[in-house]
């Protein structure tokens, strides 16, 4: 092994961190009551740690999973109600306090939704009712955009990825009431066949709810053309491409793409046109295979489709029958769950969505110490500088590539715990007797604002999500890794926990975001955020051939049968993971400073730092909604992110005495070590 000098400085970083351990009788971190001494670390990792508690655990009626993101995230619901019940408690409230005291009250009062039926969607109803040609839809489509209904595409401004100092707007592929295409699909599977099946009984009832005379047939059309919108619709893994994604189009040349819809028309009453010159495409062929669709499709198929996808996001907030039927198809059918949440968490869950910043804003003033934030800062600067020693000794990636790498680690901007601007919802109105009106409102407050960036500078100090969000993210127009106030909670962050514990779990998610800006979507921009090839094309045929041996590792896993992990949907995330762990813990070994780790509960160090991050991803799943996550989700489940990551990690091997034979032995020329 070849020995590589550490600055001082990188010295005395990691130093600072792992004086707090020194300083107090930290605790181990480690749930060592779930380990399942019958099963080897050796041989099943995730099954070893969390074993008694995958035998006991029981998933609440009201989840489709449960485990440690689940749990936090249950956990911090209470914490935002007893907010909410105490804003409607108080008088003479004023500003967002009082939209967000007036929206929950308005969620709250079932009574009353229970009187009103459909009527809240009247207006909207008989707006779709009076079209009377195909001329009337991109007008009629942008409006329902505008107040967020779902329809055939999506239309949203953000940054240029290839110019990334400047707003754009962008089209994409929307429009399809089941999960992925793959629902419509694949007639071959028995249980997405099933759930087809079911989808358009679903529909029929719905749209009887609302009055339908021909619920079945028009439901019976509405799959038809949800069909014919899926075998158009470009792949998840297609979608993955960045650069095949950008396609920059010029407003009056969207015609010669797509020549039969009045894209003039649309993007006037979208509030795009006049903003921009061009809009940057998605999915080319997707609009061209809307656009024939809009042709062959007799406009009564059009206005029962429209109808149908308003009264989908619509009906969680009518009345009973309408929650109910919602409730049997998306939450029972499709993932498994056999009981609503209570009404008070679906709420909380409705504020978080139209005013969520603002009731972040409030949760970080109770819940989230300054000297929580503070030593997360140390940690991802601490992070940082492991990257930047990491890049300086692969042995795959050339000089010139390394330069380049550099400079994008040099310009990541990290965010931790909540903006340090908050949203401004001033021009937000809301009714406490009106529960639809509010959300409507909130949608096209959320949509204005979002139009309103063409045209103007970059704003640097937004956040894409609430500090109440229990996750972490990278976005790479922005390079920049940002982890929400809920995350930095035990077992992800705890802390009266040794270091060890804490490196593991949110150490590996913090280096997880950083590697996001080198995995094989992210490495093709730069760190000013623009798509460049800053790549020798080496280096680049290097960097491929080990993704490719990572796609197919995880290919080969499967949660159930039948159905295997998809290699190329994950491979941003399975990349993540692995390098992740491994700069973390390359930085969990230079903060001891050349000092052995403590023994705590018999458990060395290097132990406890992956026993950290095993315990993050303890989980189970329903099998409908496992189904859902295999077909939809970018992420791995959890048994793979931990046993599929450790497999790959030299440190695990001596950790843990892994040796030829055991089931989670990998040669060491296989095992897939990029960053």
Request: hydrophobic letters at 40%; a positive charge.
């Amino acid at each position: 092994m070849k020995r590589h000098l550490i600055s001082l400085s990188l010295i005395a970083a990691f130093a600072a961190t792992a004086a707090h351990a020194a300083d107090s009788a930290a605790i181990s971190g480690i749930d060592t009551q779930y380990i399942d001494p019958s099963v080897r670390a050796q041989d099943d990792f995730f099954v070893h740690l969390n074993g008694k508690w995958l035998k006991t655990a029981e998933i609440p009626a009201d989840k489709s999973s449960w485990g440690s993101f689940a749990k936090l995230r249950d956990d911090t619901l209470p914490q935002l109600r007893d907010i909410v019940e105490e804003l409607q408690k108080k008088k003479g409230l004023k500003g967002e306090e009082q939209k967000i005291a007036d929206l929950y009250t308005s969620y709250m009062d079932e009574a009353k939704l229970d009187q009103l039926g459909a009527r809240p969607l009247a207006g909207e109803l008989a707006r779709i009712a009076a079209i009377k040609d195909k001329k009337a839809l991109p007008g009629l489509i942008a409006h329902l955009t505008r107040i967020g209904a779902p329809t055939p595409y999506a239309v949203r401004v953000s940054q240029d990825a290839r110019e990334s100092t400047r707003y754009a707007a962008y089209m994409a592929q929307s429009g399809l009431g089941l999960p992925d295409r793959d629902y419509y699909l694949k007639k071959d599977d028995a249980k997405l066949a099933d759930a087809l099946a079911k989808y358009e009984q679903h529909v029929a009832k719905v749209l009887t709810l609302a009055g339908s005379k021909d619920g079945a047939a028009q439901a019976k059309a509405i799959v038809a053309l949800e069909t014919a919108l899926a075998e158009a619709q470009w792949t998840k893994v297609e979608n993955r491409d960045p650069v095949k994604r950008y396609n920059k189009i010029a407003i009056d040349k969207l015609a010669e793409l797509a020549p039969g819809y009045d894209w003039k028309a649309a993007l006037a009453a979208s509030g795009i046109a006049g903003k921009t010159d061009y809009v940057i495409v998605m999915q080319p062929s997707y609009l061209q295979g809307f656009d024939k669709l809009v042709a062959a499709t007799d406009l009564a198929t059009w206005k029962s489709y429209l109808t149908w996808h308003l009264l989908r996001d619509a009906s969680p907030y009518l009345s009973k029958p309408f929650a109910d039927a919602h409730f049997a198809f998306y939450g029972t059918v499709l993932t498994g769950v056999t009981e609503q949440p209570p009404r008070w968490k679906r709420g909380v869950g409705v504020l978080e969505a139209a005013i969520g910043e603002g009731l972040g804003k409030l949760y970080v003033a109770k819940h989230f110490p300054a000297e929580r934030k503070a030593r997360m800062e140390k940690l991802v600067q601490n992070l940082l500088l492991a990257y930047k020693q990491s890049i300086d000794t692969l042995d795959w990636m050339s000089p010139e590539t390394k330069k380049e790498a550099q400079a994008k680690l040099a310009k990541f901007t990290p965010k931790i715990g909540y903006p340090d601007k908050w949203r401004d919802y001033g021009k937000l109105k809301m009714n406490a007797g009106d529960l639809l009106g509010n959300l409507r409102r909130a949608a096209e407050f959320d949509y204005a604002r979002n139009v309103a960036k063409l045209g103007q500078p970059i704003d640097r100090s937004e956040w894409g999500m609430t500090p109440q969000t229990v996750n972490a993210y990278y976005r790479s127009t922005a390079n920049e890794i940002v982890f929400p106030a809920a995350i930095l909670q035990p077992p992800f962050f705890d802390a009266r926990a040794d270091d060890a514990v804490n490196y593991g779990a949110i150490g590996a998610v913090i280096g997880h975001e950083i590697s996001h800006g080198f995995d094989d979507s992210g490495s093709q921009s730069d760190g000013d955020g623009n798509l460049r090839d800053w790549w020798t094309a080496q280096d680049r045929a290097n960097f491929k051939a080990k993704t490719d041996a990572l796609v197919k590792q995880y290919d080969a896993y499967s949660p159930l049968p039948g159905y295997h992990v998809n290699g190329k949907l994950t491979l941003g995330e399975n990349i993540a993971d692995n390098s992740g762990l491994a700069i973390a813990y390359k930085a969990y070994k230079l903060s001891l400073n050349g000092q052995p780790a403590p023994v705590i509960d018999n458990l060395t160090g290097e132990q406890r730092f992956y026993m950290g991050f095993g315990q993050v991803w303890r989980s189970k799943m329903r099998e409908a909604q496992q189904i859902v996550q295999v077909k939809t989700d970018p992420h791995s489940p959890g048994q793979f992110r931990a046993n599929g990551t450790v497999v790959n990690q030299p440190g695990f091997y001596e950790a843990f005495g892994v040796k030829e034979g055991d089931k989670l032995y990998v040669k060491p020329e296989e095992r897939v070590i990029i960053w």
